[in-house]
Antibody
Framework: EVQLVESGGGLVQPGGSLRLSCAAS????????MHWVRQAPGKGLVWVSR????????SYADSVKGRFTISRDNAKNTLYLQMNSLRAEDTAVYYC????????????WGQGTLVTVSS | QSALTQPASVSGSPGQSITISCTGT?????????VSWYQQHPGKAPKLMIY???KRPSGVSNRFSGSKSGNTASLTISGLQAEDEADYYC???????????FGGGTKLTVL
């Protein structure tokens, strides 16, 4: 059974940093591109970042470029999102999502982890 | 790349059919069959319902169907059931080298 379990969320002050993790199981993690998608309270889904299967290529939404870094450890079956210079508008539930091996859509999602940026 | 446009809300009675639209541009929805749809119940993770405009993943009810005309994709739910009440999001790419963009979401209410 495919499972994605996020962790690392919490309350952080503006300007602070946080690292999210997404532990994957039930599939060959190293074969799949992975994404982070966020959802502000009461708002819609917004794509944040993606990384290819071996970690050699990454992409970011303009709103987080230069502040967030996506990475992965295929030996540990874990996806990461390092978030620096956090702003109030980064407050959201952050989901990790697996991109299907057959095409650009998200076939499995984690349960999400809440990041709150507030003083 | 701008967000795709969805109606904020739709509603229907049990047994009826509803359609949710998702309007993009000739650069994304109109040019590529890369539209997907996700269902999200309150407090839950999104779930893939439709991919590549009209394909259904294994396990998704055949009451859910997708289509596209020009720059607008649509999700149709037939035989509405109470459990279908949820938020629905469309998503598209503008070619393989670009980033995905979501619609603003549509809240479906089953009356």
């Amino acid at each position: 059974e495919v499972q994605l379990v996020e962790s690392g969320g919490g309350l952080v002050q503006p300007g602070g940093s946080l690292r999210l993790s997404c532990a994957a199981s039930g599939f060959t993690f190293s074969s799949y591109w992975m994404h982070w998608v966020r959802q502000a309270p009461g708002k819609g889904l917004v794509w944040v970042s993606r990384i290819n299967s071996d970690g050699s290529s990454t992409s970011y939404a303009d709103s987080v470029k230069g502040r967030f870094t996506i990475s992965r450890d295929n030996a540990k079956n874990t996806l990461y999102l390092q978030m620096n210079s956090l702003r109030a508008e980064d407050t959201a539930v952050y989901y990790c999502a697996r991109a299907s091996i057959r095409g650009p859509y998200f076939d499995y999602w984690g349960q999400g982890t809440l990041v709150t940026v507030s003083s | 790349q701008s967000a795709l446009t969805q109606p904020a809300s739709v509603s229907g009675s049990p047994g009826q059919s509803i359609t949710i639209s998702c309007t993009g541009t000739s650069s994304d929805v109109g040019s590529y069959n890369l539209v997907s749809w996700y269902q999200q119940h309150p407090g839950k993770a999104p779930k893939l319902m439709i991919y590549e405009v009209s394909k259904r993943p294994s396990g998704v009810s055949n009451r859910f169907s997708g289509s596209k005309s020009g720059n607008t994709a649509s999700l149709t739910i037939s035989g509405l059931q109470a459990e279908d009440e949820a938020d629905y999001y469309c998503c598209s790419y503008a070619g393989s080298s670009t980033s995905p963009v979501f619609g603003g979401g549509t809240k479906l209410t089953v009356l």
